[in-house]
């Protein structure tokens, strides 16, 4: 009997947005950890979670100990859905920002959405205020790739008011001419950015959120606010502004980038629509345990060391990097757990892509240590992102980045000899583009 012939035709019945994605990549992707790489480009905390290990270490058998203390993890009632409201979670998030607060009115589990990371929370609220095919995002490039990930997805336009480098400051002019768009619904912020570690300040933010037409929310991402200087948070500030929404995460300076926890601070009206939005049991019981306990004051403790370790190695290598024969300046700023630093063309040359990449392979190839490629971003030519690490780690990026360099500048000089005897070619132009746009298409 012949096979009836199926009419499903994938290129016709998905979405056609849908089909021209790419899927998610990461460096890993690419350079897999053996177990003896150093991972430098993630922005993970390489001091590991900010739990006390000792409270740890004092579970009873089924996973359940009575101090608050402690880690609070039933794993006897993991056949029960978790908690869809996460009243208890809020809170801890609320107590640990209300501490910088200057405002008059506290943050309360009312202004807060927690989810699936920070991203859960960047998607809703495109899936909140956007129309497909009609609504727009601002972002402000070199920036955090998701923003655009999410925007395709949704089927959302995307304008781009680029950052004024060397030190990426907000364009406020061009920001306010373009927020007279009323199709765009959306400003997507990074404080601290990603990758310019730059803290936005205060008045900048109030300045934009002051627009005198704009009808749309400003959403500041503080994934990496913990690093900046105390008190930066703006999340206080929602309290006094109905379109601000202000992200975090538990991925970066707590060190619980596996959990995938993250909240989002607004107002009750944007907090109450998000919470409708999302799926009923979004964080998971393990996720709501490990998070609550990371939030009290033993655990506490713990991520703030481990946070100051990471501060004095980043001081280290904003020392030490300019040191290294090839190695130019950095781009942005100091305030994350992350260097943004040029690769030269030749010792006292120029930033250069071409000796970035070479440097980036090289460095992972030959060497297991994984850094990020950033060279084609905006503002960012030659440039590499860099993970603080451990001590070690640091040691060991140092050492092996100045021998790479020798090794790069030493190929570069054979070949241009060979160029000039007439006995060698210039390479592959198509190659090195293809390397570069695949290197950069790293999200994160």
């Known amino acids: 009997m012949a096979q009836r012939r199926s009419p499903f035709n994938l290129s016709t019945c998905a979405r056609p947005n849908i089909l021209a994605l790419e899927p998610y990549r990461c460096a890993r992707d690419d350079y897999k950890d053996d177990g003896t ?55 801890l998030l609320c107590d640990l920002r209300n501490t910088d607060s200057n405002t008059s009115t506290p943050l309360t589990p009312a202004n807060l959405f927690v989810g699936v990371g920070s991203d859960e929370a960047i998607d809703n609220l495109l899936r909140a205020f956007c129309r497909p095919n ?69 008045s900048a933010i109030e300045t934009l959120l002051s627009h005198p037409t704009w009808n749309g929310v400003l959403v500041l991402d503080e994934a990496y606010i913990d690093f900046a200087p105390d008190g930066a948070s703006a999340a206080p500030l929602v309290t006094e502004h109905p379109n601000l929404v202000v992200l975090q995460t538990l991925s970066k300076a707590f060190g619980l980038a596996g959990i995938r926890l993250g909240a989002a601070f607004t107002s009750p009206q944007i907090a109450t629509l998000l919470n409708a939005l999302k799926a009923p049991y979004n964080v998971s019981t393990p996720t709501s345990q490990l998070a609550r306990a990371a939030l009290r004051p033993a655990h506490l403790e713990t991520m703030r060391a481990n946070r100051a370790r990471i501060l004095a190695q980043r ?86 980045l100045g021998g790479v360099l020798g090794e790069v500048y030493g190929e570069r000089g054979r070949e241009g000899d060979e160029g000039k005897a007439g006995s060698g070619s210039k390479g592959d132009a198509g190659d090195e583009e293809r390397r570069e746009e695949a290197a950069s298409k790293v999200v994160g």
Request: proline share 9%; net charge negative.
């Open 315 to 400: 001081d280290r290598l904003v020392a030490a990097l300019p040191q290294i024969p090839g190695v130019g300046g950095f781009l942005g700023g100091f305030d994350a757990n992350f260097v943004l630093v040029q690769i030269l063309s030749a010792p006292g040359g120029t930033p250069c892509n071409e000796t970035a990449l070479r440097v980036y392979e090289r460095l992972a190839e030959g060497r297991g240590v994984v850094v990020r490629f950033r060279g084609r971003e905006w503002g960012c030519g030659g440039c590499l992102r860099v993970t603080v690490g451990t001590e070690r780690e640091v040691d060991r990026f140092l050492g092996e």
């Open 134 to 202: 009609h609504d727009k995002i601002l972002v402000c490039p070199p920036t955090y790739g998701m923003y655009t990930v999410s925007a395709q997805i949704n089927d959302i336009a995307l304008v781009k008011v680029p950052l004024l480098p060397p030190t990426f400051s907000l364009d406020l002019p061009a920001l306010t001419l373009a927020l007279a768009d009323p199709t765009i619904k959306l400003l997507y912020l990074c404080s601290p950015g990603n990758p310019t570690g730059t803290t936005l300040p205060p």
């Open 37 to 91: 790489n150093i991972l430098l480009d993630a922005n993970e905390n390489a001091y590991g979670p900010g739990l006390n290990v000792d409270k740890l270490q004092g579970a009873s058998s089924n996973g359940s100990v009575a101090s608050k203390e402690d880690l609070e993890v039933d794993l006897l009632g993991l056949n029960r859905y978790p908690d869809p409201h996460q009243t208890e979670l809020k809170q």
